[in-house]
């Protein structure tokens, strides 16, 4: 597996509306997309630094993922993403090297992009995220 870049870190938040102004106007970076992706119960909004983008992550339900950690940890850094060229190989590559797996193939993710997790327990407790462009 090598990455290309860092796609963009996660970073879990009650409320975009409320964690926006931060990020816009003591930060000075413009928030160019909000979306939900509703399989995953979160509402994203996305900023850009340089080449890498900040994704705030909003649930949409206390028993989505995002819920589930604000609850038990509290806003803060949720996940880093890596964008890789294939994402099914970069999987398979890393079940190979034992890691354990969130997703065992890809699925449809914020902006359009194919995702997949990583397990923090098997990624120094950082959860881990692969992206890949299905249309490059």
Same mark, same amino acid.
Not at 46 to 55: A, D, M, R, S, Y
């Given at each position: 597996?090598?990455?290309?870049?860092?796609?963009?870190?996660?970073?879990?938040?009650?409320?975009?509306?409320?964690?926006?102004?931060?990020?816009?106007?003591?930060?000075?970076?413009?928030?160019?997309?909000?979306?939900?992706? /509703? @399989? !995953?119960? &979160? $509402?994203?909004?996305?900023?850009?630094?340089?080449?890498?983008?900040?994704? *705030?992550?909003?649930?949409?339900?206390?028993?989505?993922?995002?819920?589930?950690?604000?609850?038990?940890?509290?806003?803060?850094?949720?996940?880093?993403?890596?964008?890789?060229?294939?994402?099914?190989?970069?999987?398979?590559?890393? /079940? @190979? !090297?034992? &890691? $354990?797996?969130?997703?065992?193939?890809?699925?449809?993710?914020?902006?359009? *992009?194919?995702?997949?997790?990583?397990?923090?327990?098997?990624?120094?407790?950082?959860?881990?995220?692969?992206?890949?462009?299905?249309?490059?």
């Amino acid at each position: 597996m090598k990455p290309t870049h860092i796609e963009h870190l996660g970073i879990a938040v009650k409320s975009i509306e409320a964690a926006l102004p931060y990020f816009e106007k003591v930060l000075g970076l413009e928030c160019y997309a909000i979306e939900e992706v /509703a @399989e !995953q119960k &979160v $509402k994203t909004a996305f900023l850009k630094i340089g080449q890498t983008k900040i994704e *705030l992550l909003e649930s949409t339900s206390p028993d989505g993922p995002v819920g589930k950690f604000i609850e038990k940890k509290g806003e803060g850094v949720h996940h880093m993403a890596f964008a890789v060229e294939d994402l099914q190989a970069s999987l398979d590559f890393a /079940a @190979e !090297q034992g &890691v $354990k797996l969130i997703d065992k193939t890809p699925r449809k993710g914020a902006e359009g *992009l194919d995702i997949a997790f990583l397990h923090p327990k098997s990624t120094v407790g950082v959860l881990t995220e692969l992206c890949s462009n299905p249309n490059k």
